[in-house]
């Protein structure tokens, strides 16, 4: 990969107007339903305790809705002392790392957890690239899409970005690091080593800087790592969720996606980056409930942010140490400040666009593609028109992922539960599939049993992610 820059609207090399991470949401893994109906105050305060997460989901899609937005509505406006997509993907990156694994932890169930990832990233991915595809006569697919079969091979895994290929929507790229992150986390929780989060952040860290200074793209290069992957990717995983051979077949996969991650992905060093925020996310949490430090994660800050220095593979103006600085920063300040007003109301609107931050994070960049080629190109219009198009643009864009989440998230998501309950009871407790875990008051975040929280907030902190 050349260290040139990037076409002035990308926030990632060679990925041309790409976003940021799906709405991560925490990830939900069947449980018994409580013995107690809660309270009407309990839900409240359940509600109220998980609301900022959701809030700061719907903070990282409306920022990188604003990265892909400006440069084409209103260019004028667009900030360039740092960079609102990689804001939002790391704001995304850091709610994943801080929720997934102590929620896997908490129940224990990995047999469910799949089958919630499953059912809360594929229906809607899978019909973004149905659409995008069907629509190709319109609006052609991006040429970073091989016309191969390794195309199908990497989407059908999602780790695209960790096999060097493009999706079929720019935005899909940061799923390939939500994909590597569950693999691996999987594997630590099946092997007890999931407790070293803050180890972890400081390894992924440090790697980032040194294969940083050392690779300059891509070492296994080719087809070939996509079809691998998926392969392994479809026995392992079945074996996971089967619960045949479920360590080894998890380890397996954990290595895998490590060894992709470091030697396939088109930007070796961002991926080892990524993965150290996700485990810094987990170390918060740890430290918050008692049974961590918080050292590791400055550590880990500290090396992130140094890590594009002295790349051989940078060059892009979103590394530069002052954007790339202030940009880790602003996204660290956002996380805490979403900590410290856990326990208050926020603002109900900010709470709905987490709700719709997956369909929103996945469907924005293909519709704002059809609105510009319906309109025009609209950077040098009358600035009048520009906010009239601009809040046209919006409503459209907030009213498709409205829709798309009440229709294709939702009723999936609720299949996908109902799912795990079938398997959970036909196992008789699902034995098999479980694992010791954590009782549900050890959870300080979480706080009550997912069965006691209200839908509003059950439906996306409990089953989601990613980029959630």
């Known amino acids: 990969m050349s260290a040139a820059a990037p076409h002035p609207d990308s926030t990632h090399p060679r990925a041309p107007a790409s976003a940021p991470a799906p709405a991560s949401a925490p990830s939900r893994t069947a449980t018994s339903a409580p013995a107690t109906a809660p309270t009407q105050t309990d839900a409240s305060t ?14 990282g899609a409306m920022a990188v809705v604003a990265e892909h937005l400006l ?73 970073a899409v091989p016309r191969d079969g390794s195309a199908v091979a990497a989407h059908a895994t999602m780790l695209l970005d960790v096999v060097s290929v493009g999706g079929v929507a720019d935005t899909m790229w940061t799923l390939s690091y939500e994909m590597v992150f569950y693999l691996l986390v999987t594997a630590l929780f099946l092997t007890r080593g ?92 740890r430290w918050e409930r008692g049974t961590g430090r918080l050292w590791p994660v400055a550590v880990t800050v ?49 709470v709905w666009f987490g709700l719709i931050s997956y369909s929103l994070y996945l469907v924005h960049h293909p519709v704002l593609k059809y609105f510009v080629q319906v309109s025009g190109d609209l950077r040098r219009a009358e600035p009048a028109y520009q906010i009239a198009m601009t809040a046209l643009a919006l409503a459209l ?31 008789q407790g699902g034995a098999d599939a479980r694992v010791t875990g954590q009782g549900a008051g050890d959870d300080g975040v979480l706080g009550q049993e997912e069965g006691q929280m209200p839908d509003r907030v059950r439906d996306h902190v409990g089953q989601g992610d990613a980029l959630r």
């Open 46 to 59: 359940s509600a109220t305790r998980l609301a900022w997460l959701d809030a700061l989901r719907g903070i």
């Open 71 to 143: 440069p084409w509505f209103l260019p004028g406006l667009r900030p360039y002392w740092f960079n609102l997509g990689v804001y939002g993907i790391l704001v995304f990156f850091l709610v994943s790392g801080y929720i997934i694994p102590t929620s896997l932890e908490r129940h224990g169930d990995v047999r469910a957890f799949w089958i919630s990832r499953f059912f809360r990233l594929y229906p809607l991915y899978l019909g973004v690239i149905v659409a995008v595809l069907a629509l190709s006569w319109w609006v052609p697919v991006r040429e």
């Open 194 to 285: 999931h407790d070293r989060s803050g180890l972890l952040s400081v390894l992924f860290a440090v790697a980032a800087v040194v294969v940083g200074l050392i690779v300059s793209g891509a070492v296994l290069k080719g087809a070939w790592p996509a079809y691998v992957s998926c392969a392994v990717f479809v026995v392992g995983l079945t074996g996971v969720v089967a619960g045949r051979f479920r360590t080894a077949s998890a380890c397996v996969l954990g290595v895998m996606a490590v060894v992709l991650l470091l030697m396939s992905s088109r930007v070796p060093w961002l991926g080892a980056a990524v993965l150290a925020v996700m485990f810094a996310g987990t170390a918060v949490h």
């Open 302 to 350: 500290v090396l992130v942010g140094i890590a594009p220095l002295w790349a051989i593979e940078s060059g892009w103006w979103w590394v530069q140490a002052d954007v790339w600085f202030t940009t880790i920063a602003l996204a660290g300040a956002t996380f805490a400040g979403g900590m410290a007003l856990r326990g208050r109301r926020l603002p109900r609107v900010l």
């Open 397 to 427: 864009l907030v009213g498709v992922s409205a829709l798309t989440y009440r229709y294709v998230e939702r009723p999936m998501q609720d299949l996908g539960r109902r799912i795990s309950r079938r398997c959970r009871d036909r196992l």
